[in-house]
Nanobody
């Protein structure tokens, strides 16, 4: 079992940056995949970025080159650095952990990008 707590969301102008953090309640060293998803109003939740325990990363086409996911096992934290933000990045961002058959979600943090 692991609890996830996101932070770092907020309101930012287009072109700005934010860094989201996801703090886990226990070590994430052995967790297979850590990821960030987002859900905009009226839309389905979508994968933004993921990072495996081995270091492989995957990004949605819409964020490639702008967002970077990283995981700090020593601090049990996963980060999402978001640069060159666009209004269409506005959504609730959720942290996700997959470990075998177990899937865990955080409560989400709101990111709003104004034009």
């Amino acid at each position: 079992q692991v609890q996830l707590a996101e932070s770092g969301g907020g309101l930012v102008h287009a072109g700005g940056s934010l860094r989201l953090s996801c703090a886990a309640s226990r070590s994430i060293f052995s967790i297979n995949v850590m990821a960030w998803y987002r859900q905009a109003p009226g839309k389905q939740r979508e994968l933004v970025a993921s990072r495996t325990r081995e270091g492989s990363t995957n990004y949605a086409d819409s964020v490639k080159g702008r967002f970077t996911i990283s995981r700090d096992s020593a601090e049990n934290t996963v980060y999402l650095q978001m640069n060159s933000l666009k209004p269409e990045d506005t959504a609730v961002y959720y942290c996700n952990a997959v470990n075998g058959w177990a899937v865990y979600w955080g409560q989400g943090t709101q990111v709003t990008v104004s034009s």
